[in-house]
């Protein structure tokens, strides 16, 4: 069975820190890029960051840069999204994805996707609410 399992949710006070995880089953990770996405009570689901397979560059929402970092363990199968100086409205629920066509999910042209041997692959998780009050 294909999919992610996310940990690392939580509560915290605003200006703390978070790190969430996705550790992935019935597929190897490496060869497909990644993102996370977030979805905050009453909006649509955003996403906050990709990460490419090929050449490790990394992209960023405006709103999370310098604040938050994505990197994966292929070792381990596994993705986190280390989040630094966090903000009320960084409120929502994580949800971590692999594949290869997640980051034109993600917002980036077509041409900066496309990468693993499965052409069909997408992997979600299933979400992790992260809550900065205000």
């Known amino acids: 069975q294909v999919e992610f399992v996310e940990s690392g949710g939580g509560l915290v006070q605003p200006g703390g820190s978070l790190r969430i995880s996705c550790t992935g089953s019935g597929f190897t990770l490496e060869p497909y890029d990644i993102a996370w996405f977030r979805q905050a009570p009453g909006k649509e689901r955003e996403g906050v960051s990709g990460m490419s397979s090929r050449d490790g560059r990394r992209y960023y929402r405006d709103s999370v840069k310098g604040r938050f970092t994505i990197s994966r363990d292929n070792a381990k199968n596994t993705m986190y999204l280390q989040m630094n100086s966090l903000k009320s409205e960084d409120t929502g629920t994580y949800y971590c994805?692999?594949?290869?066509?997640?980051?034109?999910?993600?917002?980036?042209?077509?041409?900066?996707?496309?990468?693993?041997?499965?052409?069909?692959?997408?992997?979600w998780g299933r979400g992790t609410l992260v809550t900065v009050p205000s």
């Open positions: 994805a692999a594949g290869y066509d997640i980051l034109v999910f993600y917002g980036l042209p077509a041409n900066y996707s496309g990468h693993g041997p499965d052409r069909w692959l997408e992997v």
